[in-house]
């Protein structure tokens, strides 16, 4: 699968006519502070919520790439050091 990724801060000229043509979308989301970040965090350990996760092995990184790109995550992709692919919390 190839991708021609950019990322970009600040004023952005787009040219509508391609997004339009094939119903695509530019968007953005600011992320917040490192303090909203961590009162979240907090908040989260304080009640007890879990993430869900989809983990593959580091060996598998390519197949978790895939996975994620094919709208096949259900929860969150994570790669992690260990052999076999399982759901985590």
Not at 28 to 43: L, Q, Y
Not at 60 to 85: N, Y
Request: charged content about 20%.
């Amino acid at each position: 699968m190839e991708t021609n990724w950019k990322i970009a801060v600040g004023d952005v000229s787009i040219n509508t006519i391609p997004l339009i043509m094939k119903g695509l979308s530019v968007s953005g989301w600011p992320s917040g502070s490192a303090i909203d970040s961590e009162e979240a965090i907090a908040f989260a350990e304080n009640k007890g919520i879990k993430c869900l996760i989809e983990t593959f092995p580091l060996a598998s990184a390519l197949d978790a790439f895939e996975h994620t790109m094919s709208g096949k995550t259900r929860f969150r992709t994570v790669i992690t050091m260990e052999e076999d692919s399982r759901l985590g919390y």
